[in-house]
């Protein structure tokens, strides 16, 4: 076990279950303890990880009741928010509660680790907004996010009581989420219900995958318009879960065009100058949290995606 892992991170001893019986160690341990493959991978690299008091190689098969030993690595310091003027950024209503905003593409909700580019919280600082401290440290005020590459409708709470009202208002499913998005293909139905449990990807980390025991995901769908190669949707979210229209019409093998992560095609993202996925939040909609009167805010098409379905029209 290396010096620096027992300096600065938790140990933990336990024996092996009967349902990891057979499987790698990195393996195991990611199991174990909810870290990532690459994660994992590491610590036992770093000797961090023993097997009956043995260090042992990543791909060493690990026995139930085998004692498996486990020196975690320390919690990273959360990133701080820089405030930093963000291009693009446009805020559609403000008060002292709630701030709406049109988020462009490339820029991330809040900071996280890894990430260097711009964020809407670093964003909203810079231009003098105070946020709500509720939440952890790097995403305090945000009630949601939307992916990078997602364009859109997004609200942060500026005031403790929003706060508070819009987390539970999320959590039970109180919020009108509406995207737009051009998938591959046509669906059939052209109107339906995608019911599909989601969850990380057994094998890919940046990714999420519809899997048996993931949390409840469910997402509503309409066909507003059908071009030869792709389809225009109205997707209505029931419940919340990272990435859950690119994964569900992947999933139904019509991915967001442009969606090069879930399986979308690279020639026809090339000929529409698509370098992401073409999702966006259109409609975002709540009831106010210290008024409680009906708020609804709607975004329109960026350049980007406006003009990839100008081409699809054509």
């Given at each position: 076990m290396t010096a620096a892992y027992a300096a600065s991170g938790e140990q933990r001893s336990l024996p092996v279950p009967d349902g990891l019986d057979g499987l790698r160690l990195d393996q195991a341990v990611a199991r174990l303890f909810g870290l990532s493959r690459t994660t994992a991978a590491a610590l036992v690299d770093a000797g961090a990880a023993l097997v009956d008091g043995t260090a042992r190689a990543n791909s060493y098969k690990i026995r139930a009741g085998s004692w498996l030993e486990?020196?975690?690595?320390?919690?990273?310091?959360?990133?701080?928010?820089?405030?930093?003027?963000?291009?693009?950024?446009g805020v559609v209503y403000a008060d002292d509660d709630i701030v709406v905003v049109d988020?462009?593409?490339?820029?991330?909700?809040?900071?996280?680790?890894?990430?260097?580019?711009?964020?809407?919280?670093?964003?909203?600082?810079?231009i003098g907004h105070r946020i709500a401290t509720s939440g952890a440290a790097e995403r305090q005020g945000v009630v949601h996010r939307l992916d990078v590459g997602t364009t859109g409708i997004m609200v942060v709470?500026?005031?403790?009581?929003?706060?508070?009202?819009l987390k539970r208002a999320f959590k039970y499913r109180e919020v009108e989420k509406r995207y737009h998005a051009v998938?591959?293909?046509?669906?059939?139905?052209?109107?339906?219900?995608?019911?599909?449990?989601?969850?990380?990807?057994?094998?890919?980390?940046?990714?999420?995958?519809?899997?048996?025991g993931g949390k409840p995901s469910i997402t509503h769908y309409d066909t507003l318009e059908?071009?030869?190669?792709?389809?225009?949707?109205?997707v209505r979210l029931?419940?919340?879960?990272?990435?859950?229209?690119?994964?569900?019409?992947?999933?139904?093998?019509?991915?967001?065009?442009?969606?090069?992560?879930?399986?979308?095609?690279?020639?026809?993202?090339?000929?529409?100058?698509?370098?992401?996925?073409?999702?966006?939040?259109?409609?975002?909609?709540?009831?106010?949290?210290?008024?409680?009167?009906?708020?609804?805010?709607?975004?329109?098409?960026?350049?980007?995606?406006?003009?990839?379905?100008?081409?699809?029209?054509?």
């Open positions: 486990v020196t975690l690595p320390a919690p990273a310091a959360p990133p701080a928010v820089v405030p930093q003027a963000v291009s693009g950024l988020k462009p593409v490339g820029v991330a909700a809040h900071p996280s680790p890894g990430w260097t580019g711009p964020t809407v919280i670093g964003g909203l600082a810079a709470a500026k005031s403790e009581q929003a706060y508070t009202f998938v591959q293909g046509h669906l059939d139905p052209l109107r339906g219900t995608i019911d599909a449990p989601i969850d990380r990807h057994p094998h890919h980390d940046y990714r999420w995958a519809v899997v048996s059908a071009f030869p190669a792709a389809s225009l949707v109205d029931e419940t919340g879960r990272t990435h859950q229209i690119r994964v569900h019409f992947s999933t139904l093998r019509h991915p967001c065009v442009g969606d090069l992560t879930y399986g979308a095609d690279p020639t026809l993202a090339k000929r529409l100058g698509l370098d992401r996925q073409w999702l966006h939040a259109r409609e975002l909609g709540f009831r106010h949290p210290r008024t409680g009167e009906e708020v609804c805010f709607v975004s329109d098409y960026p350049d980007d995606l406006d003009r990839a379905l100008g081409i699809l029209r054509d």
